[in-house]
């Protein structure tokens, strides 16, 4: 695994970025709300490796397979796919330690330590005398033949949420400044998987509920910034991202949707739970393709 060794060194360099955009503190602060929550996220994970284990049996052949966003393992079905492919790569942007102790038994699985936006050590760089660095396109494994399923893991969402906190407490920047930030992380993250020539499977949020003790829901947030992912033309990174955001078309078969009760009463209010909406496209190319015929 001479590549795999060659990205960790590559990017211990970028550490300091890690760091000072809070992901370990962030990662920490996930696990433990899935301690005190576990029964109550269990469907979502127990979704979440469904689509992925779906999305498998498509691939033709089993060399390898990609994961982003897969530091935590929660929603990864490591022993099936460690089983069924010659190299499972873990990506994210920070793996704690004890992610290791999960993963240790298996040999053939191997932990990447990769900003898949490329662009954290940027922003660390950059100053707020000057205009937000672009948003690069990640070519992480474009050029490895030997990939045969990628999967993009409750991610997507999640992109642009701590590059916004540091602008929003190092940065001062105008609101519209953050939304298209936010716009072109995702816009780049689903042109990257469409020009991967392998599997792609996709599970996202994509809408955060607030609800009140009578179970009504009394405020949404989109979680893709007016990006409609489902009818979109995806092909290129757009700096000027208009969509508006709606509901998945009813007349779609090719994916499945749930709910993700990540926040039930009190764990973060006592008046109110914080759900959110989950998306799993267990063929997201063919999705694509027929989105934009």
């Given at each position: 695994m001479l590549l795999t060794n060659f990205y960790n060194w590559f990017n211990r360099n970028k550490l300091r970025a890690v760091h000072e955009l809070d992901y370990p503190q962030e990662i920490s602060g996930i696990r433990l709300r899935f301690k005190r929550r576990r029964n109550d996220w269990q469907p979502h994970l127990n979704q979440t490796k469904k689509i992925i284990l779906q999305g498998v049996e498509y691939c033709t052949q089993r060399r390898k397979a990609v994961l982003i966003g897969a530091a935590l393992l929660h929603d990864i079905p490591l022993e099936e796919l460690a089983s069924q492919f010659r190299e499972v790569l873990l990506i994210d942007v920070y793996h704690p330690f004890w992610s290791f102790l999960k993963n240790r038994r298996f040999r053939n699985v191997f932990r990447i330590n990769f900003d898949i936006t490329e662009y954290i050590d940027l922003l660390v760089k950059s100053n707020v005398e000057e205009s937000l660095p672009l948003v690069p396109l990640s070519k992480l494994y474009l050029e490895d033949p030997e990939i045969d399923l990628v999967v993009s893991v409750n991610v997507l969402s999640q992109l642009p949420c701590m590059?916004?906190?540091?602008?929003?407490?190092?940065?001062?920047?105008?609101?519209?400044?953050?939304?298209?930030?936010?716009?072109?992380?995702?816009?780049?993250?689903?042109?990257?998987?469409?020009?991967?020539?392998?599997?792609?499977?996709?599970?996202?949020?994509?809408?955060?509920?607030?609800?009140?003790?009578?179970?009504?829901?009394?405020?949404?947030?989109?979680?893709?910034y007016g990006i409609n992912i489902f009818e979109d033309k995806v092909s290129s990174l757009s700096h000027s991202a208009t969509a508006e955001f709606d509901r998945i078309p009813t007349n779609r078969t090719d994916y499945q949707e749930w709910e993700w009760r990540l926040a039930p009463c009190p764990?973060?209010?006592?008046?109110?739970?914080?759900?959110?909406?989950?998306?799993g496209f267990t063929d997201w190319k063919k999705y694509r393709l027929k989105s934009s015929a």
């Open positions: 590059p916004i906190r540091f602008l929003e407490k190092n940065q001062p920047r105008t609101e519209q400044e953050l939304d298209q930030l936010a716009k072109d992380l995702i816009l780049a993250h689903l042109s990257y998987l469409d020009l991967f020539s392998c599997q792609v499977v996709l599970i996202t949020d994509i809408e955060m509920q607030t609800i009140n003790v009578m179970n009504n829901v009394v405020a949404r947030k989109d979680l893709m764990e973060v209010n006592s008046k109110f739970s914080y759900f959110r909406k989950v998306v």
